[in-house]
């Protein structure tokens, strides 16, 4: 069973469009995260939960939002896309918050914006 | 604030070769966690060393070895005898007292058989 695992792998769409990234962990983590890789490899965060609260809100455009029905699943939605939010979004789990937490990625999800 | 520098933006080398890593850091806080984390060309980041600011003993790990040192707020990792599965991006990074893991740029590792 994997890990984190988020769904699509691929999600190709139209400026303009709303979209959703899918994520669950079955690790029992507490805390779920959500980063952006762009096309230059580099790694932002942008939102983190802990037992469904959010507790990381980098400075994202408010048409991306957050939701954490429950601790084991953290999903993204994204209204009104825009070119420039073509990246990977990972997801990602630790047991806690603390900065001795390593994390565990999913394999990410491709969003190309057209 | 934190930042991580990864200086090396690409690295290739031949199957056997040794390759180091280098990652500077920058962070105010007394205690933080220095992180490595691989990304293979199929996507997926993967966890493989934590260090805590107060840690500064070298580990080894296999072909991987992890110098820390304090005084130069550097955490270089080297690869001994590449392989060509150790091709991957390879991300340094940082968590200090504002819980966030901030990545270095991450350096493009090639090993050619």
Redesign the interface.
Same mark, same amino acid.
């Given at each position: 069973d994997t890990a984190v695992s988020q769904t699509p792998k691929y999600l190709v769409t139209q400026m303009g469009n709303d979209k959703s990234i899918k994520c669950e962990q079955n690790l029992g983590h507490d805390t779920m995260y959500w980063y952006k890789q762009d096309s230059? %490899? $580099? +790694? %932002?965060?942008m939102f983190?939960y802990n037992n469904k609260e959010l507790?990381?809100n *980098?400075t994202v455009p408010n048409r991306f939002s957050p939701k954490s029905p429950d601790k084991a699943h953290l999903n993204l939605h994204i209204n009104s896309l825009e070119l420039g939010d073509s990246a990977?979004y $990972?997801c990602?789990s630790s047991r806690s918050?603390? %900065?001795? *937490? %390593? +994390? $565990?990625?999913?394999?990410?999800t491709q969003l190309s914006v057209l | 604030a934190q930042k991580v520098t990864q200086a090396q933006t690409e690295i290739s080398v031949v199957e056997k070769e040794d390759v180091t890593l280098d990652c500077v850091y920058e962070t105010r806080d007394t205690t933080y966690y220095l992180f490595w984390y691989k990304q293979p060309p199929s996507g997926e980041l993967v966890f493989l060393i934590r260090r805590n600011s107060f840690d500064e003993q070298n580990e080894i790990s296999g072909r991987y070895s992890w110098n820390f040192q304090k005084s130069t707020s550097s955490f270089n990792f080297t690869i001994t005898a590449s392989q060509v599965v150790d091709s991957a991006v390879y991300f340094c990074a940082l968590s200090s007292n504002d819980y966030k893991l901030s990545f270095g740029a991450g350096t493009t590792v090639t090993v050619r058989a």
């Open positions: 230059k %490899k $580099f +790694l %932002k965060i983190s507790i990381i *980098e990977v $990972f990602a918050p603390g %900065k001795y *937490e %390593k +994390l $565990f990625f999913g394999s990410g | -």
